[in-house]
């Protein structure tokens, strides 16, 4: 069994979709372990979206830079650097202050293939370039531009550990161990 993080961000909260993104992570037998609603605090935003990860921090600002090339603009012109890494640092800050701007539901959830299967619902973190029949391709269309247009991040929904390293580090942050449960769901044993 493999435990992935999942964090419904403040405007799936808002817009009431946290009912629905419940229902099709356990429609498809995800397991939840952990659940809590929350208001983030400036200091469990800085964790999670941590300064000094460079590695996160370039690929937020490549995300960015490849929307703006698709869309055939230049982002040195709008955010005044094509740099990925300061494009990155100004979009981790927007981050922070966004999740704390409101209510987030925390969820730790398990099954065989947790963390690939649930990036794979959950969609292109790029909603214009998300899937329909992905949480962000039926819900959110916004884009870097559109974000960054109005000095915010992209409004997409959902947050989902994209591997077992950022998973654990994640699921560690959230949830203290006595906030997760073990218990069998009854459709497991079809699926053992």
């Known amino acids: 069994m493999e435990q ?19 229902r099709r992570f356990e429609q498809a037998g995800l397991k939840i ?24 921090i370039e690929g937020i600002g490549n995300k960015t830079l490849a929307d ?13 650097t094509d740099n990925a890494a300061e494009i990155g640092e100004l979009v981790r800050s927007w981050l922070a202050d966004y999740i704390t701007s409101g209510p987030v539901v925390a969820m730790v959830l398990e099954s065989p293939h947790a963390i ?16 329909p029949g992905t949480i962000r391709g039926d819900f959110s269309y916004d884009s870097a531009f559109v974000g960054n247009t109005r000095k915010r991040p992209v409004k997409n929904l959902i947050h989902a550990s994209g ?7 994640e699921i560690s942050l959230w949830f203290s161990q006595q906030e997760l449960v073990e218990y069998r769901r009854s459709d497991e044993a079809p699926m053992a």
């Open 163 to 169: 591997n077992k390293a950022e998973a654990e580090y």
């Open 33 to 56: 372990i952990g659940l809590k609603i929350i208001q983030v605090s400036k200091e469990l935003a800085e964790q999670h979206y941590p300064a000094d990860r460079q590695e996160m």
């Open 116 to 131: 690939e299967l649930v990036r794979k619902m959950v969609g292109n973190t790029m909603p214009l370039s998300a899937n």
């Open 68 to 80: 703006y090339q698709k869309l055939e603009l230049d982002a040195k012109k709008e955010l005044g």
């Open 4 to 22: 992935t993080f999942v964090a419904v961000k403040p405007d799936g909260v808002q817009r009431g979709l946290t009912g629905e993104i419940l």
